[in-house]
């Protein structure tokens, strides 16, 4: 533990250092997908020697990385409401993008309008059930937050530079794995009725499984595979060393053992094959292969496992048996219902969060294209898979030009995927940022080199 701490400090430290101060915006030809035309290039960067620009910019890059850092950090939050500390970050970085005109209104060049048109069909759908259903106020909420997660976040991080992005992405993994150390440390000392209230209802559960600082087992879950495919990305690009990267991997590997999340377990698992996969041979010498001898070394030597991981992930493994795979029962059940109601809201549904009403059970279906195709209808469903389609297309096109870059995208985009078949709604800023990021990192690549495949 001792090695660990100062090695995250360490890391955390330099991310601010030697980043250089963005200049106004030129037209550029290299855009990141086939087709793209002319489009403003937010990234571009100068040296400007004025001291009182430079300081703005480094305070600048500076709430943008601990924006990024505290994203998975959702305890941080004000009361029990949906705002954190992260969000508040990025409202602030936005808003002086924005004065200064450089806040990128078409982050993905020609494709914005499509990606605006489907995220209207989203939310007119649900404001459409609401409207019915006499719940205007659930929408306006909920709908601010989708703006929020899939418009601003998307204009904020492809206005920033690849330098940052970077810098960026390395914080949001090093938040990850602090988050799993102060988690697991937590839990030798204190219990569920410990933190129930002075900390997160879920930093603990009453059967030992972590939320850690997301405040909730399963998100951390989320933010175990995010992290973990961010982290194999950034050491197959020699962005960090063997030794952090080592640091990291453990700590993230045992926090997201000690959530017992079946979902984040499936989740990291894909994540890790994809990238491994999609990378060629890089990714299975330096990723695949130590990572399987590690595994079997501990298997083999009777290491032990968290007691909640063997009892709620470990028994669906051996046997294959799903039905011991924590809640996957009641969360079948809820699926059916939402199913067999589908069809009577294909055209005006229940309204944003109006389906715990309709529901039997009281409570929404995990499951975020079952919900959004009862509470939005059509209209909303098919905006949801234009947008995921939009981002399938772009890291495909980003994979065949820059393998890393396109296989991390595709893998935390299957990350968002596979939650949002186990979720409900994903308006939390902590869904979209991983794929934003990688989104622009893609986006950065292709500016940089479009026409140089690895």
Same mark, same amino acid.
């Given at each position: 533990?001792?090695? %660990?701490? $100062?090695?995250?400090?360490?890391?955390? +430290?330099?991310?601010?250092?030697?980043? $250089?101060?963005?200049?106004?915006?030129?037209?550029?030809?290299? *855009?990141?997908?086939?087709?793209?035309?002319?489009?403003?290039?937010?990234?571009?960067?100068?040296?400007?020697?004025?001291?009182?620009?430079?300081?703005?910019?480094?305070?600048?890059?500076?709430?943008?990385?601990?924006? %990024?850092?505290?994203?998975?950090?959702?305890?941080?939050?004000?009361?029990?409401?949906?705002? #954190?500390?992260?969000?508040?970050?990025?409202?602030?970085?936005?808003?002086?993008?924005?004065?200064?005109?450089?806040? *990128?209104?078409?982050?993905?060049?020609?494709?914005?309008?499509?990606?605006?048109?489907?995220?209207?069909?989203?939310?007119?759908?649900?404001?459409?059930?609401?409207?019915? *259903?006499?719940?205007?106020?659930?929408?306006?909420?909920?709908?601010?937050?989708?703006?929020?997660?899939?418009?601003?976040? $998307?204009?904020?991080?492809?206005?920033?530079?690849? &330098?940052?992005?970077?810098?960026?992405?390395?914080?949001?993994?090093?938040?990850?794995?602090?988050?799993?150390?102060?988690?697991?440390?937590?839990?030798?000392?204190?219990?569920?009725?410990? #933190?129930?209230?002075?900390?997160? &209802?879920?930093?603990?559960?009453?059967?030992?499984?972590?939320?850690?600082?997301?405040?909730?087992?399963?998100?951390?879950?989320?933010?175990?595979?995010?992290?973990?495919?961010?982290?194999?990305?950034?050491?197959?690009?020699?962005?960090?060393?063997?030794?952090?990267?080592?640091?990291?991997?453990?700590?993230?590997?045992?926090?997201?053992?000690?959530?017992?999340?079946?979902?984040?377990?499936?989740?990291?698992?894909?994540?890790?094959? %994809?990238?491994?996969?999609?990378?060629?041979?890089?990714?299975?010498?330096?990723?695949?292969?130590?990572?399987?001898?590690?595994?079997?070394?501990?298997?083999?030597?009777?290491?032990?496992?968290?007691?909640?991981?063997?009892?709620?992930?470990?028994?669906?493994?051996?046997?294959?048996?799903?039905?011991? +795979?924590?809640?996957?029962?009641?969360?079948?059940?809820?699926?059916?219902?939402?199913?067999?109601?589908?069809?009577? &809201?294909?055209?005006?549904?229940?309204?944003?969060?109006?389906?715990?009403?309709?529901?039997?059970?009281?409570? $929404?279906?995990?499951?975020?294209?079952?919900?959004? #195709?009862?509470?939005?209808?059509?209209?909303?469903?098919?905006?949801?898979?234009?947008?995921?389609?939009?981002?399938?297309?772009?890291?495909?096109?980003?994979?065949?030009?820059?393998?890393?870059?396109?296989?991390?995208?595709?893998?935390?985009?299957?990350?968002?995927?596979?939650?949002?078949?186990?979720?409900? &709604?994903?308006? #939390?800023?902590?869904?979209?940022?991983?794929?934003?990021?990688?989104?622009?990192?893609?986006?950065?690549?292709?500016?940089?080199?479009?026409?140089?495949?690895?």
């Amino acid at each position: 533990m001792r090695q %660990v701490l $100062p090695e995250l400090a360490f890391a955390f +430290a330099i991310g601010a250092r030697h980043i $250089p101060v963005m200049a106004r915006p030129i037209t550029s030809e290299n *855009n990141a997908l086939p087709g793209h035309g002319r489009a403003l290039d937010y990234r571009a960067t100068a040296h400007v020697g004025d001291g009182s620009a430079y300081r703005s910019q480094r305070l600048f890059d500076a709430i943008i990385i601990c924006a %990024v850092f505290l994203s998975t950090w959702r305890v941080l939050r004000w009361g029990w409401t949906n705002v #954190t500390v992260s969000d508040i970050g990025l409202v602030v970085a936005g808003s002086f993008l924005l004065m200064r005109g450089r806040l *990128n209104v078409r982050p993905l060049g020609e494709l914005s309008s499509v990606w605006y048109l489907a995220f209207a069909a989203m939310i007119g759908g649900l404001l459409l059930g609401s409207l019915a *259903n006499g719940e205007p106020v659930r929408w306006l909420i909920g709908s601010a937050q989708y703006f929020l997660a899939l418009v601003f976040v $998307p204009m904020l991080f492809m206005s920033l530079d690849r &330098h940052l992005l970077v810098q960026s992405m390395k914080a949001f993994v090093l938040g990850v794995a602090l988050s799993q150390i102060i988690g697991i440390v937590a839990a030798q000392f204190f219990d569920f009725h410990d #933190t129930y209230w002075t900390i997160d &209802h879920g930093f603990i559960t009453p059967n030992g499984r972590i939320g850690a600082m997301s405040g909730e087992p399963n998100l951390n879950g989320a933010t175990c595979a995010f992290g973990f495919a961010m982290l194999a990305y950034l050491y197959l690009s020699r962005l960090i060393t063997v030794r952090f990267a080592a640091l990291c991997g453990v700590a993230i590997g045992w926090g997201l053992l000690m959530s017992a999340s079946f979902t984040g377990f499936s989740a990291t698992m894909f994540a890790l094959v %994809v990238i491994v996969t999609l990378s060629g041979l890089r990714g299975t010498a330096r990723i695949g292969l130590p990572v399987l001898v590690a595994v079997a070394c501990y298997v083999l030597l009777g290491g032990p496992l968290p007691e909640a991981f063997a009892q709620r992930v470990g028994g669906a493994i051996t046997t294959g048996n799903l039905s011991m +795979a924590g809640t996957y029962v009641e969360r079948s059940q809820l699926i059916r219902e939402a199913w067999a109601m589908a069809d009577s &809201h294909l055209l005006v549904g229940v309204g944003l969060d109006g389906y715990r009403d309709v529901s039997s059970y009281g409570i $929404p279906v995990h499951n975020l294209f079952l919900l959004l #195709t009862n509470e939005g209808g059509l209209l909303s469903i098919g905006g949801l898979l234009a947008m995921l389609g939009i981002l399938l297309a772009w890291f495909i096109g980003t994979y065949r030009r820059h393998r890393l870059e396109g296989s991390v995208g595709l893998a935390v985009l299957g990350v968002f995927i596979i939650y949002a078949m186990a979720i409900p &709604h994903m308006y #939390t800023r902590v869904w979209t940022i991983p794929v934003m990021l990688c989104a622009a990192l893609a986006l950065q690549s292709m500016r940089l080199a479009p026409h140089a495949p690895e």
